[in-house]
């Protein structure tokens, strides 16, 4: 069972209260797949160009189109020129990609018996977006218009788990909770609620981008082109010059080192950088398992279970500023029930990674076998991944991303990494994989207990909302015999999506560091750090946002190092 919906909230609001951020961050404690977007990365013009080949495509989508007049031309931007070459035609999207608005209107919901409304919002109520207007109030900076608006993601719908309020659609709004209940229009007509405590909302984002005033010509700026943080602001003009904002790979951090040396192999120009992060967590192993198996649980794995969660973020420099791209989540496990295991969590790109004679997506495969291979070195034993795609306008990492980035659809993603893994077992990074059939074959997974849990992933999102489902459905007794059963269309539902990695390296792992962690509370996290950039309004919507908004990250990486 797909639990996509379950991880809503974070991907939804914009300004948000710390309460709100607090009140997501509840919601967020289930279930988490991991998500890999491809995208392509494209200049201005290539956008028109793909929008000429997708021309059926285009109208099928009215968000599509709204998206054309949005992207169009800020060709002239100063800050968004020199855009590297186009990767269109990516590895992932030869394995049948699904373009992000037509898989949005297939997971819109069904079961109404309204007829189907006419959703998104007029034109009068949304704020201008990001383009340039022609009019008086343009800024020189960047030719856009003053106000703009800045964006935003999906609404979770708290009736229904797949359920999603897209950008521009109305939808009802709890007046006690604003930011963390929301239902989609067609969900309110039959919810059980005190429709009187309910208000209509926009699912927009009415903050605009700030101005900054230059203190010595007086010329206005966004403080996005400005690339302003700090108190005062002297223009390029005044100043003579554009300052970098470059991100260098710590030289101590060997993981880094290691991933910054594959990932410059691949790039032909434009060098990349690596930070990553570590954090020691645990968890009570009671919360891993259903009521069933809490003995065996417990004699399995002790009372709690210890893992390393790593934050990996990956830059490249456009314009002499390192833009993020890439981004990966794992959890480390030095010793679950006796083996050693590294789980890539979640996995995030955005499109503005640029200068490669590869294309994208095998940028990324090599990250993540080069992950793979770094583990394994260090003594690790068993690698895995969940083919779990994200519900398109769903972010799972980096806030707000550009409306034309596609979306490996289910199938097509685990293609992709069943040939990522093959390409890494043929190259001798990784020693051997399998998928969850074959994995099984041998009777391992005989019962419950057997199967291979990780904190909030795969199996014990299926274990336990097995035993959710059981406890409501009252038709069905609820015992362990029953449970078992109705595992077995998970098991086959889920045969070819979850993969176990034989890692290669013959060296021991140390045990568990006790100490030293390089954490970073807000960096470290990818929920904090996406409630982060949804607070600051960091988005990678456009390279113009992305950059600014990864000039916002690298100033937290420096005061973190002790630079500035
Ligand atoms: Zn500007
Ligand atoms: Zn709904
Ligand atoms: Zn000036």
Redesign the pocket.
Known sequence: MCRTGMRSSTERKKRVSKSRIQCQKDKRQKARPIVVRDEVAVVRDEVDNEKNTNKVQLKQSRKRQRRESEEKSPTVSLMDTKRGSSEKENGIMAHAPVLKEKTAKQSEPSSSKNPPRIKGASKSTVPPPERPSGSTTM?S??M?DKNISYGTSNRHCKEKDTCRIRKGEEYMCSKAKPEAENICLDCFDTADVYKDKWTKKVNINNKREETIDCSECGDS??K??ALHFEESFVCPNCCGGERDWILETDPNCEIDVFLAEKANKLVNEGNVSVASFTTKKSVTTRTLMPDFYQKDAKKKYGSTVDYVARAIYFFQIVDNISVAFFTMFAQEYHNLAGKSWCVIDYLDSVPWMTSTSKKPSRVYSQLILAYFEHMGKKGFKHGHLWANPPCPGDDYAFNVHPEFQKYLDRNALICWYQSLLEEGRKAGLISNFRNFREESADGKFNKPIDLPVFVKSLWQEVLLATQDKMLVNKEVAYNKINFEKSLEEDYKERAEDNFYIDLCGSQRLKPLPTQNLNSHEILGDRETFLDKCIAENWEFSSLRRAKYSSVGIIGLIKAARGQQ
């Open positions: 800024l900076c960047c856009l700026w966004h996005l082109c």
